[in-house]
């Protein structure tokens, strides 16, 4: 394999990864930091996902975190990148479990020990699925 530099397929899956984690990074912050908890007034969000989020309320966090971290973590999956798609991830953590402290100093927000942990379960199962395609996605039957 060659090194991402040098071919503009691994250059442009970083590239993809990098944008993909900071849109959806930007997003995350804005939901974790928005005065309200529902998820209904997020425009992108289509109706029918907003009221099964706000349902199931206590997995939102755990979702989210799948949602930022999987396609970085899918497109960053070879050998070559596996230090950068680490540091990716371990940004993302940093950044999702800053957001759920700062709901510290939000009133109408709370902060609990189950949401950080279910942001670190979001990435660790991205990363999971990252390092299972990468052992067995490769094997030729």
Do not use: H
């Amino acid at each position: 394999m060659s090194a991402p530099q040098d071919d503009p397929k691994l250059f442009l899956r970083r590239a993809l990864a990098i944008i993909w984690a900071s849109l959806t990074l930007s997003i995350a912050t804005y939901a974790l930091l928005k005065p309200n908890t529902t998820a209904k007034d997020l425009a992108f969000v289509p109706t029918f996902v907003a009221s099964w989020l706000d349902v199931y309320y206590d997995l939102r966090t755990l979702f989210m975190a799948i949602a930022v971290s999987i396609v970085p973590s899918l497109l960053l999956r070879n050998t070559c990148f596996a230090l950068q798609r680490r540091i990716l991830l371990s940004i993302t953590v940093g950044v999702l479990v800053g957001g759920e402290v700062a709901q510290i100093w939000i009133p109408t927000r709370g902060f609990g020990i189950p949401d950080i942990l279910y942001s670190l379960a979001g990435v660790a199962t991205a990363e999971a699925v990252a390092m299972g395609w990468q052992m067995f996605g490769s094997r030729k039957t």
